[in-house]
């Protein structure tokens, strides 16, 4: 792969996209984010939100006995005042698991799996992997993937690009839908730009130059 390439797989990857070989052409990779259907925010599988009022697991931990509350970092099991075991509570004051009655006292039932209490305790039943998008409260997710094509460019380039002026290889990239075409000039600065059909004598209409990739460009 080329290092050009190699770096930008880097840079994907750095900023929560999944990156995939393309393994019939080492000059493209695959790049692709799971994201809400409505507002295209990315969507996180891995966090953890409570069953009972939908807020995201908090990553603490709370004495049960004097409220002293530590990050899930800490190695402690135990409050180093009260000497009570931690809980791993709902965050949210109005939470059913935070009200006096059945719902809290079986958020704090101690099962055989886990010795851990609260909501967010592991193995608890009391919370479940993200179900609505945390921007817009839609409850639907979808995967967007693009091919990723690079082009640099020895010339420092503005905002119009002639066909001719790409490889042939990339020239096919800016007619197909699911393509984002990155190109870089000679100043280092790159201009991310969505495929659409394009004659031989029109002019690709760049986005800006920048030192940074506009990632907005993925989800256009
Ligand atoms: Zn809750
Ligand atoms: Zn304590
Ligand atoms: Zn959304």
């Keep these: 792969m080329r290092i050009e390439l190699k770096s930008l797989a880097y840079f994907f990857v750095a900023n929560d996209f999944e990156?995939?070989?393309n393994e019939k052409n080492e000059e493209t990779i695959y790049v692709s984010q799971l994201v809400c259907t409505e507002c295209l925010s990315p969507w996180y599988m891995e966090l953890q939100e409570c069953l009972l009022c939908?807020?995201?697991?908090?990553?603490?931990?709370?004495?049960?006995?004097?409220?002293?509350?530590?990050?899930t970092t800490n190695t402690r099991s135990k409050c180093n005042e009260c000497d009570e075991?931690?809980?791993?509570?709902?965050?949210?004051?109005k939470c059913p698991s935070n009200q006096e009655g059945n719902i809290r006292s079986a958020t704090l039932y101690t099962n055989s799996y886990s010795r851990k209490k609260g909501v967010f305790a592991r193995n608890s039943v009391f919370s479940t992997s993200m179900n609505f998008c945390l921007n817009c409260g839609n409850e639907s997710n979808r995967y967007i993937t693009r091919e990723v094509f690079l082009e640099t460019i020895d010339d420092e380039?503005?905002?119009?690009?002639?066909?001719?002026?790409?490889?042939?290889?990339?020239?096919?990239?800016?007619n197909r839908g699911d393509s984002l075409l990155?190109?870089?000039?000679?100043t280092g600065e790159y201009s991310a730009n969505r495929g659409h059909e394009l004659s031989d004598?029109?002019?690709l209409e760049l986005n800006e130059f920048k030192e940074k990739i506009d990632i907005e460009k993925f989800y256009d």
Excluded: R, W
């Design 19 to 21: 990156v995939y070989i």
């Design 54 to 71: 939908g807020m995201v697991h908090p990553y603490i931990k709370k004495c049960p006995s004097c409220g002293k509350i530590v990050s």
């Design 85 to 93: 075991e931690f809980i791993y509570p709902c965050l949210n004051d």
């Design 157 to 174: 380039i503005d905002t119009n690009l002639q066909k001719s002026q790409l490889t042939k290889y990339n020239q096919e990239a800016i």
């Design 182 to 186: 990155i190109i870089k000039d000679d």
């Design 201 to 203: 004598e029109e002019t």
